[in-house]
């Protein structure tokens, strides 16, 4: 039913607590990129700057995509804001799908109603949007739009970005070792693509192809494709994983159990807080500051070092961070519709355009989660 999608997952507390160190090494040029927003364009109200407050919440939006090589390879199929408290040495990840349809801007006065996940995408495609806004041009202005967009539906100011693709993802994940992982539900995906097959025919005939193509789209005309695909299955529990094996595990979309974005929102999850007890076992920061380094093409953020540094000094250590989650999903604030061409897509339960519901509810989480917090204090 939805289109094949482009997805990874990655993890808030490595880089918080890592970024630090790869620019005292060196690291910093290679993934900073600065953002063209200025006072002179719409991003920016006219009201005075605040004196920032060092422990102040910071909302920073992780981002992963295919890269190249990949069908879709700038589509960020993961949305997550990380919400950053310092002063209670908590990070609250707010995951959003990527199939929220919402008008992304193109041009200084108009918008096209595509997928959220096209935003990162829309500034590497000048031929198609020569009338981009100048703060959307250049390294950063994937970042912006897609920080924009986020904005609009959550109601949360976004800070930063921070985006790693799939290659990225696995050095990580093999050069720490692995990880272990908390599988939340076993499940079996029968169609995962195999990298390399999305052209194969699977012995049919160019006239079956186009007949096929002619009358089927999205899943069902991927299931007439089998070879294209392996199949997976994971066991409910803890699960040793390399870096192929968890790039997997994040991306599944065709499981009948949780298959879906909100299935894998529960697995990206599970994965991060794998992710930062696997910090835990690290007495030394010299490995942190290898994998940074191996990856550092296949990074980019517009955090600075100033924010860099209060992030690593004001969070305090590892161990003492907690991690909450808040998902978005059809049980709650969306709904399941299909786009004038046939997409398939999400909306805001109370109308195609008003967020509010979505904002209200995100805000009210994240006051419960503060208040349990603070009874248990």
């Known amino acids: 039913m939805k289109k094949k999608i482009i997805t990874g997952a990655f993890f808030v507390v490595l880089f918080l607590f890592s970024l630090i160190i790869s620019y005292l090494f060196g690291i910093y040029s290679k993934v900073h990129v600065k953002s063209n927003v200025s006072a002179n364009n719409p991003l920016v109200t006219a009201t005075p700057t605040p004196t920032p407050d060092p422990l102040g919440v910071r909302n920073i939006l992780l981002l992963g995509y295919g890269g190249a090589g990949h069908e879709g390879a700038l589509l960020t199929d993961t949305m997550i804001v990380a919400h950053v408290e310092p002063r209670n040495d908590r990070v609250i990840l707010i995951s959003i799908p990527r199939d929220i349809w919402i008008p992304i801007p193109i041009t200084s006065n108009s918008d096209k109603l595509d997928k959220i996940n096209h935003a990162y995408s829309i500034p590497y495609e000048e031929h198609k949007y020569p009338n981009l806004s100048q703060e959307f041009r250049g390294p950063a202005g994937g970042g912006t739009l897609s920080k924009l967009m986020v904005e609009k539906v959550t109601g949360l100011h976004i800070d930063n970005f921070v985006a790693i693709n799939f290659s ?190 979505i904002k209200d509810y995100i805000k009210e989480n994240i006051d419960k989660i503060d208040s349990k917090e603070s009874s248990l204090q």
């Not at 870096?243 to 929102?265: C, P, Q, Y």
């Not at 969306?334 to 909306?347: K, P, V």
């Open 168 to 357: 990225g993802f696995k050095t990580i994940i093999d050069n720490l070792g692995g990880v272990s992982v908390s599988v939340p539900f076993a499940f079996t995906d029968n169609f995962y693509p195999l990298e390399g097959m999305e052209d194969e025919t699977c012995d049919k005939a160019d006239e079956d192809i186009k007949a096929l193509t002619a009358t089927m789209s999205g899943f069902l005309l991927e299931q007439q494709f089998p070879c294209r695909y392996e199949e997976l299955h994971f066991d409910k529990g803890v699960a040793q994983m390399d870096g192929e094996t968890a790039l997997k595990f994040v991306r599944s979309r065709h499981s009948d159990i949780n298959g879906s974005d909100f299935g894998r929102t529960l697995r990206q999850q599970a994965f991060i807080i794998g992710i930062k007890n696997k910090l835990l076992q690290y007495k030394s920061i010299t490995k942190i500051i290898s994998t940074i380094n191996l990856v550092s093409n296949n990074i980019t953020t517009d955090i600075d070092i100033p924010t860099a540094v209060n992030l690593l000094k004001d969070q305090g250590s590892v161990s003492d961070v907690t991690i909450k989650t808040i998902s978005l999903n059809t049980d709650n604030v969306l709904r399941e519709t299909f786009s004038g061409d046939g997409q398939y897509i999400l909306l805001p339960q109370s109308s195609d355009s008003d967020w509010s519901s």
